[in-house]
Structure formats: C-alpha cells, structure tokens
C-alpha cells in the first residue's frame, strides 16, 4: 500500500520540520556557548605529538638544582650568576619567568647582570579577567599590574606571563597583549620573546579576545631542558646557548608553578614550558582559529536537510549507514583542517547527526507502524510471518498496479465435492471446509507462498511475488507434496464427518505472471494474472483425466532439481489453448521413491516415447507390464485406449502425439 499523493507530501512536510526545528534548536544552544567545555576537551584531542624548535632551550630550576643550590628563592646574587653563566654563550634571547616584584639584598648585582648584548625579558603578572560572553572584544584589560622593582625592570624588557585557564582549568589560549588601567598596552611575555627571536616582523593571529591559541607540541617534557645547576660547573659547555632562544624557569613541583594544557591533563605543564609553546607557535606561524560561528550553523542545517530527503528517499539500512558516513567524514575533514590551523566544532554537528536521525526515525516508525499493522492485518491470513516481515520493509512492493516477472502458481480443487457434501448438515460441511483450508494455508504459508484466494472449495497460491524467491517452483512442489501427505494423514485420523474421504488433485505452472494489487484504490487483491495462471488451472482439473494427484507443466518441470521425482505424462493442448505443452506427474521425492514406483515410470515414458513413433503394439505392450504392477493406473489405461484408436485410426501426417483436451 503506497501512500497516497496527500499523505506523502504532509509526512515530507512534517520530516523537512522535524529536521529544520532540531537543527535550529542546535545553533541556538551553541550560539549560547551550550557543553562549551565539553567542546574544548573534544578539540584537546587534535593535538599531536611534534617536534621542538631547535632554537628554544630551556633551563629548569628543578629539584635537583634546589637540593644543591638551595631552598627557593636564590638569592639575587646567585640569579645574577646564572644571568652572566648564559651570557657566556651568547644566546639570541633571554626569558627569565622569575618576578622580582620587592627589593632585596642583591638587586644592583642582579641588575647589572641585565647589561648584556642580547635583550633579557623578565615578567609581569596582573589580574586579568575573561568576559563570559561569546561575542566579548578584547584586548583583555590588566588589573594590579605587578612588575620588577625600577632598579631590575629598568634594565630588562618586560611581558607579560598570565596564562589565565579556560572555565575547566585547562590552558588553551594566552593573551597576545593586554592593555592596563592607564591605558597602555603590554605584550605577552613570550610574543616578546619571539619578536626578539625573529629576523623579521610577525603577525600573530588572534581570537576576538586578543588571546592566541598555544599549537602545543607535546605534554610536559617535550622541550629539552638543562638544570639550572649544570650551568654553574666549570665544564658545561656553554656553545650550547649560542644563538639560541633561552628561557629560564621553575620545573621543580613545589613551586607550584605547573599547569593544565590540552596535552598535558595527567601530568601538570610547568609554566616556562607553556610560554616556550607559544614562542614555537608565533615563530613557527602553526596559528591555530576557530572556525566562525556560521560554518557551524551551515554544517548543522545541511546535516539536517540531508538526513531529512533521505529519509524520505532512502531505505532503512540506508538511513542509518548515511549519518554514520557523515560523521565519519566530517570528523576525517576536522582532523585535516586542523593540520591548516582551522578547528571546526565537533560536538554539535556530531549531536545534529545523532539527534535529528534518531527523532526521524522515531517520527517515521510511528508514522508508518499504522500502515504496517494494516498491512500486517489484511495480509496475516494469505502470507507467512517471514514474507510479511519482508514486505513491512518496504510496503511499496504492494502498491496499486502490477508487475510482470517469472513466477509459479498453485492451484488445488477437492475431488467430487457435490458428494462429499451430501447429507452434511451446513454446519458440518462448513466444520470440514474450515478444517481442510486451514491445513491447506497453513503448508502454503509454511513454505512462504501467498494465498491468493479460496474459490469454493479451491484454493490458489502463488511464489516469487511480492519478494524474489530463488527456487519458487520448487517451493511450490514441496508445498503440494506436503499437501498430500497431510491430507492422507488427515484421511487416515477420521477428522470427517461420518468416515468421509477427501481427495484433491493439485496443477502447478511456472511462467510468466503479471503480480500486483488488482482493483480499486479503495478495494483491490494482491494477485496474479495471465497466461500462465489460467494454465496453472486447467493443468490442476485434468488430474482427473489421468488418474493423478499432482500435475506440473514442463516449464515448473525445468526449475526443479533432482530432488523430485516426476512421470511424463503426455503433451497435451488445454482447452481454450493452441500451443501444447508436456505435463508431468509430479510423484515424489527422490529419497522416497519406491522401486515400483520406479519400475512404473521407466515404462510409462517407454512407451510413451513409442506411442509418439506410431509403434502402438510396442507401446501396448509396454502399458500392460504397468497394469500388472498398477492395475489403477487411469493414465495407463488412457494411453492403451489411445493406442488402440490409432491403430484403427492413424493420426494425420504431421502428428507430433500431442492430445487436445475437450474440457476444463
């Protein structure tokens, strides 16, 4: 049952609207900055593993240095010291992440250590504040400012070293420069660094905040360091500062200078590791933005306009293959972008796929159940549970209209019905009817054939329709052995009223058919028409012209395997027919022949073959061997009244053996 043009386009509408309110729903929680954290935490994951910059060295005041050198803070000779200890190899920069922001025994030793011939940059620290809206402007302003006292910070260029966290204590950007309560502007610590570190000038890309995503290269480590301690003895090899990017700072846990990074989450990054992450993303220009706001709004409309039209179009498996293709994808495009410095968002395009696929399906099971139960319903009694469930797949296959294709029908008539039905109330006799078809249906459905109809007291199926069965007329022959066995079962038990016998005679055609709903729109049966029906019928009454219970014409014969075991019985025109065709006797299963049976149908198809050379005394004597073996046999009998005709009345010339039938 297809829908109707109507309900077709309201339940388009309808998907096109779920889809469309869902993904509008979506831009709108992420315009709000909605599992924001969540978000950055996905986009942790795009980092991988790099290698440093060659010219950023790094030396650590670790622990072993404290336990040699002493507890923290050095005193500002012994800072002084290791200021003259680089200078010796004439690094390109120096960064010192140490504030001396009070005066202190030293601080003239220390200061005129700043005097060298590369620039020193020592840090600023201030309270800086990140706007909660999206949609703030920085720069970001730099409350109590806390610099170096005059006699250091005139000697020394300053920058400053917040690395203010995101809401879930992870590092990911840093200011490129802030701008104080006066006004003016200070840079960051290490972007001054990396100006001094380049032979040229640099743009450094932004956020709207004026912050810089760190393109970290690693956890904690990554860069190698030298303690603090190894530059004071007498053999270090100070050639290894030459030209080089040196940055001093705290590694040792206690001073508690250590931070959370997208990279580092188990293990804490010291903080001097942080701004040499910086260095490395402003000199190497690996820029890392975010994508705009709208990229994310046009991927999560044109997630839901794609899942929309193939719910529509598709099919099931189909439906849910696609989205699973899409995220694929789309996560495959996230990780290639990010190799550009391009972060798309990740969570809601992902969440857009999940959700508005799983509320299409849930609108087009609830919208299709209904029709399926009908079908479900009307269909129950004609098809089996498998071929039922097939066609609730896809319910188009039983649309208005038909279809021509290979099929093979069954058609089956009780024997001598006027009789059996004398003197049974219509009570009883409908007590039997019932009894018999449901047996009859039950074997047609069990074997996954559909019941076309009841007529009377026979009954008509079909195979190949509505789904392509391989090995149809083979069903069908299996399904009219069942039938009589479970009829002589049935015979055998009494189930009849007053000791009553039925007998049945079975025709099966195989051919071409047109199938489909035949009718009206409102009122139609799924059913089977043509040629090849109506000689399905005729083959199924002459049964009682041969004395047989089942007959298969040579085109069923022909796509059945060895398995079955058949008798050629003549060739024959049906009434209303001009073309002959061969018929057989479909006898048994070849596991369950009988010599006998064996023995007859050798000689049958013997003497057949003479009775179409015209060799009649040969035929005949052939026949009577069968008689003796099977004196009931009416196609034997038939076959030597035949021959006994044409031996007082010789066919015409031409005559291919072929016997016109005069009734149904």
Same mark, same amino acid.
């Given at each position: 049952?297809?829908?109707?043009?109507?309900?077709?386009?309201?339940?388009?509408?309808?998907?096109?609207?779920?889809?469309?309110?869902?993904?509008?729903?979506?831009?709108?929680?992420?315009?709000?900055?909605?599992?924001?954290?969540?978000?950055?935490?996905?986009?942790?994951?795009?980092?991988?593993?790099?290698?440093?910059?060659?010219?950023?060295?790094?030396?650590?005041?670790?622990?072993?240095?404290?336990?040699?050198?002493?507890?923290?803070?050095?005193?500002?000779?012994?800072?002084?010291?290791?200021?003259?200890?680089?200078?010796?190899?004439? &690094?390109?920069?120096?960064? @010192?992440? +140490?504030?001396?922001?009070?005066? !202190?025994? #030293?601080?003239? /030793?220390?200061?005129?250590? *700043?005097?060298?011939?590369?620039?020193?940059?020592? &840090?600023?620290?201030?309270? @800086?504040? +990140?706007?909660?809206?999206?949609? !703030?402007? #920085?720069?970001? /302003?730099?409350?109590?400012? *806390?610099?170096?006292?005059?006699?250091?910070?005139?000697?020394?260029?300053?920058? @400053?070293?917040?690395?203010?966290?995101?809401?879930?204590?992870?590092?990911?950007?840093?200011?490129?420069?802030?701008?104080?309560?006066?006004?003016?502007?200070?840079?960051?610590?290490?972007?001054?660094?990396?100006?001094?570190?380049?032979?040229?000038?640099?743009?450094?890309?932004?956020?709207?905040?004026?912050?810089?995503?760190?393109?970290?290269?690693?956890?904690?480590?990554?860069?190698?360091?030298?303690?603090?301690?190894?530059?004071?003895?007498?053999?270090?090899?100070?050639?290894?500062?030459?030209?080089?990017?040196?940055?001093?700072?705290?590694?040792?846990?206690?001073?508690?200078?250590?931070?959370?990074?997208?990279?580092?989450?188990?293990?804490?990054?010291?903080?001097?590791?942080?701004?040499?992450?910086?260095?490395?993303?402003?000199?190497?220009?690996?820029?890392?933005?975010?994508?705009?706001?709208?990229?994310?709004?046009?991927?999560?409309?044109?997630?839901?306009?794609?899942?929309?039209?193939?719910?529509?179009?598709?099919?099931?498996?189909?439906?849910?293959?696609?989205?699973?293709?899409?995220?694929?994808?789309?996560?495959?495009?996230?990780?290639?972008?990010?190799?550009?410095?391009?972060?798309?968002?990740?969570?809601?395009?992902?969440?857009?796929?999940?959700?508005?696929?799983?509320?299409?399906?849930?609108?087009?099971?609830?919208?299709?159940?209904?029709?399926?139960?009908?079908?479900?319903?009307?269909?129950?009694?004609?098809?089996?549970?498998?071929?039922?469930?097939?066609?609730?797949?896809?319910?188009?296959?039983?649309?208005?209209?038909?279809?021509?294709?290979?099929?093979?029908?069954?058609?089956?008539?009780?024997?001598?019905?006027?009789?059996?039905?004398?003197?049974?109330?219509?009570?009883?006799?409908?007590?039997?009817?019932?009894?018999?078809?449901?047996?009859?249906?039950?074997?047609?459905?069990?074997?996954?054939?559909?019941?076309?109809?009841?007529?009377?007291?026979?009954?008509?199926?079909?195979?190949?329709?509505?789904?392509?069965?391989?090995?149809?007329?083979?069903?069908?022959?299996?399904?009219?052995?069942?039938?009589?066995?479970?009829?002589?079962?049935?015979?055998?038990?009494?189930?009849?009223?007053?000791?009553?016998?039925?007998?049945?005679?079975?025709?099966?055609?195989?051919?071409?058919?047109?199938?489909?709903?035949?009718?009206?729109?409102?009122?139609?049966?799924?059913?089977?028409?043509?040629?090849?029906?109506?000689?399905?019928?005729?083959?199924?009454?002459?049964?009682?012209?041969?004395?047989?219970?089942?007959?298969?014409?040579?085109?069923?014969?022909?796509?059945?395997?060895?398995?079955?075991?058949?008798?050629?019985?003549?060739?024959?025109?049906?009434?209303?027919?001009?073309?002959?065709?061969?018929?057989?006797?479909?006898?048994?299963?070849?596991?369950?022949?009988?010599?006998?049976?064996?023995?007859?149908?050798?000689?049958?198809?013997?003497?057949?073959?003479?009775?179409?050379?015209?060799?009649?005394?040969?035929?005949?004597?052939?026949?009577?061997?069968?008689?003796?073996?099977?004196?009931?046999?009416?196609?034997?009998?038939?076959?030597?009244?035949?021959?006994?005709?044409?031996?007082?009345?010789?066919?015409?010339?031409?005559?291919?053996?072929?016997?016109?039938?005069?009734?149904?």
């Amino acid at each position: 049952m297809d829908f109707e043009p109507i309900k077709k386009k309201k339940i388009a509408l309808q998907i096109f609207a779920i889809a469309i309110v869902l993904a509008v729903f979506l831009v709108f929680l992420f315009h709000i900055g909605v599992l924001e954290t969540w978000e950055w935490r996905l986009e942790d994951k795009l980092f991988v593993d790099r290698a440093p910059h060659e010219d950023i060295q790094i030396i650590a005041i670790d622990d072993a240095s404290l336990q040699e050198i002493g507890r923290w803070p050095w005193d500002r000779e012994k800072i002084a010291e290791l200021v003259n200890q680089i200078s010796k190899g004439s &690094p390109k920069v120096l960064g @010192i992440d +140490i504030n001396f922001p009070e005066s !202190a025994p #030293g601080d003239e /030793v220390f200061s005129a250590s *700043l005097e060298q011939d590369f620039p020193i940059i020592l &840090p600023e620290e201030a309270i @800086i504040e +990140i706007p909660a809206a999206k949609n !703030a402007a #920085g720069p970001l /302003v730099a409350r109590d400012v *806390l610099s170096p006292v005059n006699i250091i910070a005139d000697k020394a260029e300053l920058g @400053i070293t917040n690395t203010p966290p995101d809401r879930d204590g992870i590092v990911r950007k840093i200011p490129e420069k802030v701008i104080d309560l006066d006004g003016n502007y200070i840079k960051s610590f290490a972007s001054k660094i990396a100006d001094y570190a380049s032979a040229e000038k640099i743009d450094t890309l932004t956020d709207n905040l004026g912050r810089v995503t760190v393109n970290y290269i690693g956890g904690a480590g990554a860069y190698p360091n030298i303690a603090s301690r190894d530059v004071f003895k007498e053999d270090f090899n100070y050639g290894v500062f030459k030209d080089k990017i040196v940055l001093v700072g705290a590694t040792a846990p206690d001073l508690h200078d250590a931070w959370l990074t997208p990279t580092a989450k188990s293990e804490p990054m010291p903080g001097i590791e942080i701004h040499a992450n910086l260095v490395q993303t402003i000199l190497d220009q690996k820029f890392i933005n975010t994508a705009p706001g709208w990229v994310t709004f046009v991927t999560i409309l044109g997630f839901a306009l794609i899942l929309a039209i193939s719910s529509l179009f598709l099919k099931t498996r189909w439906n849910i293959i696609l989205p699973i293709i899409l995220a694929v994808a789309y996560v495959f495009l996230i990780i290639i972008l990010f190799e550009f410095g391009i972060i798309l968002n990740i969570l809601f395009p992902l969440l857009a796929l999940l959700i508005i696929f799983t509320a299409l399906a849930i609108f087009r099971y609830v919208a299709e159940e209904g029709e399926k139960q009908a079908i479900k319903k009307a269909f129950e009694f004609y098809l089996s549970p498998h071929v039922i469930d097939e066609i609730m797949k896809d319910p188009g296959k039983l649309s208005l209209g038909g279809i021509k294709k290979e099929m093979t029908v069954l058609f089956s008539d009780i024997r001598g019905f006027t009789t059996l039905s004398e003197g049974l109330s219509p009570e009883e006799l409908t007590d039997l009817m019932n009894k018999y078809l449901t047996e009859m249906t039950n074997i047609v459905l069990a074997n996954d054939g559909v019941l076309d109809k009841y007529i009377g007291d026979a009954l008509m199926a079909f195979w190949g329709a509505p789904l392509s069965q391989p090995r149809h007329a083979e069903r069908a022959c299996k399904t009219a052995l069942r039938m009589i066995e479970k009829l002589d079962e049935l015979n055998s038990s009494n189930v009849w009223p007053e000791g009553r016998k039925i007998a049945i005679g079975i025709g099966i055609n195989t051919g071409e058919m047109v199938v489909g709903n035949m009718g009206a729109e409102k009122r139609f049966d799924y059913t089977v028409l043509g040629d090849a029906v109506n000689l399905g019928s005729r083959v199924e009454s002459i049964n009682k012209q041969y004395g047989t219970k089942i007959i298969i014409t040579e085109f069923t014969k022909a796509e059945i395997s060895d398995e079955f075991v058949t008798r050629y019985l003549d060739k024959v025109t049906v009434k209303g027919k001009s073309e002959p065709v061969k018929i057989f006797e479909l006898v048994s299963y070849r596991r369950e022949l009988e010599l006998q049976q064996k023995e007859v149908i050798e000689l049958y198809e013997d003497a057949f073959e003479f009775y179409q050379k015209k060799k009649w005394e040969k035929a005949i004597e052939m026949l009577i061997k069968i008689s003796k073996l099977m004196p009931d046999d009416l196609a034997t009998k038939n076959l030597i009244e035949r021959c006994e005709y044409y031996k007082k009345n010789p066919p015409p010339k031409g005559w291919d053996g072929t016997w016109v039938m005069k009734t149904k």
